[in-house]
Structures are given as structure tokens and as C-alpha cells.
């Protein structure tokens, strides 16, 4: 069986308890991994690892899935519709006293107690191909096909623009905006460069600019320099990244751009932002 493990810890010092939190979810159990990356977050007296188990839609993948739960002091989150799929993953739980959380359960329970209806429990809806999804793949390739000053010409085509100095998160930001459906593109501007012209062809309300301290992009830019094997210069230079960062932040109070300042920010705290300066909703 095909299983994507993704694992994170939280906290490195060998003192703490181990705990091995499986996901396990019918579909691609996305959300149930962000909510038990928050989760885990607030425990920092424990070394927690997440290992996620998605797409185990059939009580066969199922089995295999319990079977081979690897990991220290073991629990299990799970988002399965099935009842059927409910009921195993309970029963293999408690006959190894391993630790188990129905995590849709309660929220199916509360709405149907709600509208006084029973959920139907069809696992095929979770993998429907809607307009939806089909919005997001095109949003990707959009992302791709205008990351890092690419695809100019179709600038306006954009939900969002983002612009900035090199190594300020642009690319990340522009992906995992457009994975949740959003056209992104993003501008690399630079001394050498300037503000290309596309910029003011299209509207200011799709464009939001990133900046951030000198002295934390200047660590960022001698660390990929070093990386490549390349000498320093201009471009991780302390007084130049000073000027620049400067430079950059006065146009964009010149152009009206609302400004972002990603130091030491999560992609997820920006993205956040800038769907609240341009008004955007959630899709």
C-alpha cells in the first residue's frame, strides 16, 4: 500500500517523552494535519512526531494501516466517514491500549442532532472532482508559470501580486496561496532591475508588497551564497541589503502598495495578512 508518512518533531532534546501521533484519514486528511500541527504546538514538554496516513479508503487499507503503526507510545487521530471504518479502528485501539480519536464523530454527531438528519457516510463524495478542485490545479500552474518575474505579460490575470526584494518568501507565499485556489504571481525587484512597467498596467488592488529586517535578509542571503559556492558580494552585503530594503520600502509607500514586513513570520501568519489588505475571502 502507498503510504505518505509525513513526520514533524517538536522539540529536539533527547529528554523528552516520545509520542508517535498517527493521522489517519479516508481522503487526503490535509485538514486534519493542520489542526493536529497546532495541536502538538502546545506540548512542548514531549517530542511529538506526526505520521500521516491519507487516502485509506477501504477497511483492507485500513487493516494494513493499523497493522504497521511504527513510532513510540503510539496514538491515533482519525477522519474516517465509514462507520464501518469507525468501528475497526476502535476495536484494534482498545484491544492494544492505544490511545484514539474519532475526529470527525462529535462535529457529525452535533450537526445531525442540528438539522435532525443522519449523515450518509459516502466516502465517494470526499473524492469528487468539482469545480473546486479543478480552480486550485489551475491556480498552481498559474503560480508556476508567473513565479519570480515570469509571465509579465499576463500579469492582470492574477487574484494577487506579490512583490519584493530577493529571498523575502516570495515563491512559498505564491504557492501555498495558490493551492488554496488563488492566481499568484510574484515580482523579483532589484537595484539592477527596478519595478517592471507591468506593474502599473494592472490593478494596485491585486498587489501587495513584502519587506523585512536588513540584518535577517542579509543572514538569508549569505547563507544561500555559501550554499551555491559562491563569494560574497553586493547582494549579502550588510550596507547594500540596508539600502535596498530602504529603497524598496519608499517606493512602495510611493506606488500605494500595502507593505508586509515576513520577518520571522510563518507563510500560513502572511497569507493570512494578505487576504486581509486586499479583502480577499477564503476559497
Known sequence: ????????????????????????????????????????????????????????DDLDKLQETLDHLEGEHPIVIHALPSSAAKRLVRHQCVARRIPHYDATGPLLDFLADCVGSLPDNDLSRLHKVDAAYQNRIEA?????????????????????????????????????????????????ISPQTGFPEELSKINK??????????????????????????????????????????????????????????????IEQVAAEIMDKLSLSPR
Open 140 to 188: 498552481m500552474e498559474f503560480a508556476l508559470a508567473h513565479d519570480d518575474s515570469l509571465g509579465l505579460p499576463t500579469l492582470r490575470e492574477a487574484d494577487i501580486v506579490i512583490v519584493g526584494v530577493s529571498r523575502v518568501s516570495k515563491s512559498p507565499t505564491t504557492l501555498y496561496l495558490s493551492s488554496r485556489g488563488f492566481k499568484v504571481a510574484n515580482v523579483s
Open 1 to 56: 500500500m502507498d503510504k505518505k508518512k509525513i513526520k514533524k518533531s517538536i522539540g529536539s532534546q533527547s529528554s523528552k517523552q516520545p509520542y508517535t501521533l498517527h493521522l489517519i484519514a479516508g481522503a487526503t486528511g490535509d485538514l486534519l494535519h493542520r489542526l493536529a500541527s497546532v495541536a502538538v504546538t502546545q506540548f512542548s514538554d514531549v517530542d511529538m512526531h506526526i505520521v500521516a496516513h491519507p487516502l485509506v
Open 205 to 266: 488592488r491585486k498587489i501587495v508588497a513584502f519587506t523585512t529586517q536588513p540584518k535577517r535578509l542579509q543572514v538569508i542571503r549569505a547563507e544561500r551564497l555559501q550554499h551555491n559556492g559562491v563569494a560574497s558580494s553586493d547582494y549579502d552585503n550588510l550596507q547594500q541589503v540596508i539600502r535596498e530594503v530602504m529603497e524598496s520600502e519608499a517606493e512602495y509607500r510611493k506606488r500605494g502598495y500595502p507593505v508586509i514586513d515576513v520577518t520571522n513570520r510563518t
